[in-house]
């Protein structure tokens, strides 16, 4: 890997930083508005159904200009959401805003890697790419808890800002700060000699060229297995971070700011599965990770058995190290044949869309179950579960977790076995 790819690295690593940092201050500004607690879900739903809307549009954007390009228009996009955010703008309205500009973003940066680096150091390449990803995801996370802690809090107190931003606005100027970063490291990205696509304005060509893309990676035997399972574990993903983070309040009696912790542990257990699978795992042999899946379904599930610290951390770490040990190879799959069916920005646009539309029913799924499964507050909670559920009641966890868990273990048994049945039938090789 060279100098061009860790720029490239660096300018995706800090975006993303600033995305997940500006997710945790958007909750905390919620909370400080009073919102119901299923708005928290709401929040993640804007900012995923852009990559779902955009799809048909974002991979040729992408293509139609050096990937660089596109890259620095959609951060500036975010920036503006954050922004928005910032002056008063609903929080949801504005955070669907920063999502606008990361479903364009995506087909750009994972577009230019396919096309940056030749095929046999794609599954290396996604494990750095994950491993940087799921950094920002720990990072972000952690300083968001941080920039909207109680620390953090005092010491905006003594700021002149505080006479007309909450703490959680506070936040976000330095957020701003990150997303300026990201834009000065896309000015080094290098550009390459490849041939660019022109970019219709038809939308109804776009979005029957969309379509045929769509059909034909999911007509494909690998394409359509490794969409299957990206789509599930960004969708399961998504949610199980608005669980961790109910989880870790009610079973571990954390605050907010120890539950982000807790959800970076998740993270970084991604990052060594990803990291670990980008060096022993060739893009011939992605398959054989599949029963990884299974085995991070009963982890979920087992979460309800918890409620020491220690063992949390433990299990939580697993989980996300099966996570990234399972995904990182069918991500790098799924590129690899999509670039060879119809080209790197298109391909990642469906994949997009998939994963999103995963994303979009998981996510409301859980905002369903909060919305109308949750129960009144018993008499005995602790204070920090009084704080955070008395708006909304308590959320029915079990149902949570053990939903969420049976889902993801059988929907992978089923491909696990689609797979054996494929390879019997020489369907999954070039």
Request: hydrophobic content about 55%; charged content about 10%.
């Amino acid at each position: 890997m060279n100098r061009g790819f860790f720029i490239i690295l660096g300018a995706q690593f800090l975006s993303a930083l600033a995305d997940n940092a500006l997710f945790i201050a958007a909750l905390t500004l919620l909370r400080e508005q009073s919102a119901p607690e299923w708005h928290l879900s709401m929040l993640l739903w804007s900012f995923t159904v852009s990559y779902v809307v955009l799809a048909p549009f974002a991979g040729s954007f992408a293509d139609s200009m050096h990937k660089g390009r596109a890259m620095m228009i959609c951060n500036g996009i975010k920036l503006v959401g954050c922004a928005c955010m910032l002056v008063g703008l609903p929080p949801i309205i504005s955070y669907a805003i920063v999502g606008f500009g990361a479903a364009a973003y995506s087909p750009a940066k994972y577009g230019l890697i396919t096309e940056y680096l030749p095929h046999e150091q794609l599954v290396e390449a996604n494990g750095w790419l994950e491993g940087a990803t799921v950094g920002a995801i720990i990072f972000g996370t952690v300083l968001g808890g941080i920039l909207v802690g109680t620390r953090a809090s005092d010491y905006y107190d003594t700021l002149v800002l505080s006479q007309w931003l909450s703490p959680a606005q506070i936040a976000m100027c330095a957020i701003i700060a990150l997303y300026l970063a990201a834009a000065w490291l896309n000015v080094y990205i290098p550009k390459l000699k490849v041939h660019l696509k022109p970019l219709h304005l038809d939308p109804l060509f776009l979005v029957r060229e969309f379509w045929w893309c769509v059909r034909r990676l999911w007509k494909d035997p690998q394409g359509q297995l490794s969409l299957a399972v990206t789509t599930l574990f960004w969708g399961a993903g998504a949610a199980m971070r608005l669980v961790v983070l109910n989880w870790a309040v009610i079973w571990l009696n954390y605050s907010m700011e120890q539950a982000t912790r807790l959800v970076a542990v998740v993270a970084f257990g991604t990052a060594f599965g990803a990291i670990l699978a980008g060096r022993f795992v060739p893009l011939r042999r992605a398959f054989s990770v599949l029963p990884a899946g299974i085995i991070m379904g009963v982890g979920v599930m087992s979460m309800l058995l918890v409620h020491s610290p220690h063992v949390a951390a433990v299990l939580m770490f697993l989980v996300g190290a099966l996570s990234g040990w399972f995904v990182v190879p069918l991500n790098a799959m799924l590129q690899h044949r999509g670039h060879m069916l119809m080209g790197a920005g298109h391909s990642i646009a469906v994949q997009n869309f998939n994963e999103n539309i995963g994303i979009l029913v998981m996510v409301g799924a859980h905002a369903l179950l909060v919305r109308y499964l949750s129960t009144p507050l018993p008499g005995n909670v602790s204070e920090l579960v009084q704080d955070q559920f008395s708006a909304s009641g308590l959320p029915p966890m079990y149902a949570i977790v053990i939903g969420f868990g049976l889902v993801v273990s059988l929907v992978m048994a089923l491909l696990t076995l689609r797979y054996i049945r494929g390879e019997r039938a020489g369907k999954m090789h070039d």
